[in-house]
């Protein structure tokens, strides 16, 4: 059908603003918008429905209607003016209507922008997204509406809105729209009733190694075992199952700094909380939530962290880091190798004599391969049940009183090293306790080195 008739079908029936009328046909004609669209549309058809009434043809009445139906429905000016000029009468009487599809929500595209603009305005950030999602009213007006008058050439509500606000934000914020990883999505929660506007802020990451000097506390935050983190009696009601963890003792200055409403500890593998980490530390990613302030001066916390925690914790090597950098620090945890050392007590006297043959005998059964650990009775009850194949790649030993060994051990990420020693009742094998040929127990244990 003739885009002309089918607009004034639709005006028939409805009124619907110019970018709307513009949006029904959004796939003809390029590098242009809705609005002018619409607004073309109208004046061709002015133009052809007076040049067809000066023409006197047979078509003439049908023409006087058209120009009186977008001079009263869409009270549009040139078709106005053509009916003054002819002296043609219509109804003078200005509509207060709304469009029927977008409830004017369109032509209010600077006050949307500036309410996302205002919730903006304490963020640090480079880049935003637009999004919408919309009440069903919307779109099963728009629906049926597409349907009702076969219009197969439109753009859809949302890209419409996204495109036309993120174009006006654009301008506002002078900063561009970005689709792949925007800093900040503006989401609209349109409904003709009601409207609001939410942020979804992307974490920052920063990369880091730590030190952990004492023993006795984990590397995370854990939720009191008896509550599950509301806060009962045994945890004197602060929902925590220890006082406090590597990540607590670090996470204060960053989200502060980053104005952040939280964060997110991730480590590369993670060491007992009687193990102390020492060396060069171990490699974490901190991922701050939702933060207001996105560059941060890293150097600055570095050195406020390690001050509040002297002796304690100590970070290092802090960068700027990325949600891919957490996925490689879970995968590589598994395929790096460490360097422990641990202080084993045994259940028998050795000899300095009898300790260098069994340290032997160690060397041969560890040293480059592989042994089988089945899931450590300690941490069954968070693990699944299963048996781990883990290479061992050096030992050394040395001999401190005729209880008393230290060992060092480099093994592969993940390795479970007490159960090594003791052996977890044979779950662990071979084991020291297998090669002494009695109770060899892991007393202290430190990470010196991850690779
Ligand atoms: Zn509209
Ligand atoms: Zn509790």
Redesign the pocket.
């Known amino acids: 059908m003739n885009l002309f008739k089918k607009v004034i079908e639709i005006y028939q029936e409805y009124y619907i603003c110019l970018h709307c009328l513009g949006r029904m046909f959004s796939l003809l004609a390029t590098d242009t918008t809705n609005y002018d669209r619409g607004k073309s549309l109208l004046l061709a058809m002015t133009m052809e429905n007076h040049r067809v009434y000066l023409s006197r043809d047979e078509n003439h009445e049908e023409a006087i209607a058209n120009l009186k139906n977008l001079a009263e429905k869409v009270m549009y000016n040139p078709a106005r003016s053509v009916l003054d000029k002819e002296g043609i009468d219509y109804n003078k009487i200005s509509l207060s209507e709304k469009c029927y599809l977008c409830d004017d929500i369109f032509s209010n595209v600077p006050t949307y922008a500036k309410i996302a603009s205002d919730s903006l305005g304490n963020h640090e950030f480079k880049d935003f997204l637009v999004g919408t999602a919309l009440d069903s009213q919307i779109v099963n007006r728009e629906d049926s509406f597409k349907a009702q008058f076969n219009l197969l050439d439109s753009e859809s509500f949302k890209n419409h809105f996204n495109r036309e606000v993120g174009k006006e934000l654009s301008l506002v914020l002078l900063k561009p729209s970005e689709f792949a990883k925007p800093d900040i999505t503006v989401i609209y929660t349109l409904g003709f009733a009601s409207s609001e506007v939410n942020l979804i802020v992307r974490s920052t990451y920063i990369k880091g190694r730590y030190n952990k000097f004492i023993r006795g506390i984990p590397q995370t935050h854990w939720d009191?075992r008896?509550?599950k983190g509301k806060?009962?009696e045994?945890?004197n009601f602060s929902?925590k199952q220890y006082k406090t963890s590597v990540e607590e003792l670090i996470n204060p200055e960053f989200i502060k700094e980053a104005k952040a409403e939280g964060s997110k500890f991730h480590g590369a593998g993670r060491e007992d909380i009687d193990v102390k980490m020492l060396g060069q530390g171990r490699p974490f990613v901190l991922e701050l939530i939702n933060p207001r302030i996105r560059t941060l001066d890293l150097e600055k916390i570095q050195k406020k962290v390690n001050k509040n925690n002297k002796r304690k914790v100590k970070i290092t090597n802090l960068v700027n880091s990325s949600k891919e950098q957490v996925k490689n620090l879970k995968f590589n945890a598994e395929n790096t190798k460490k360097i422990y050392r641990a202080l084993t007590s045994s259940n028998e006297d050795v000899t300095k004599e009898k300790f260098e043959t069994v340290l032997n005998q160690l060397k041969i059964a560890f040293e480059n391969q592989k042994i089988q650990q089945r899931t450590p009775n300690r941490v069954s009850h968070r693990r699944a049940d299963k048996i781990r194949e883990k290479k061992i790649f050096q030992i050394e030993g040395k001999f401190i009183k005729p209880k008393v060994f230290e060992f060092i051990v480099e093994a592969q990420g993940g390795t479970y090293i007490k159960e090594i020693i003791h052996g977890d009742d044979g779950r662990t094998t071979p084991s020291f306790t297998e090669i002494f040929g009695f109770p060899i127990e892991c007393k202290k244990l430190d990470v010196l080195k991850i690779y």
């Open positions: 009191c008896a509550c806060g009962c045994s945890c929902g």
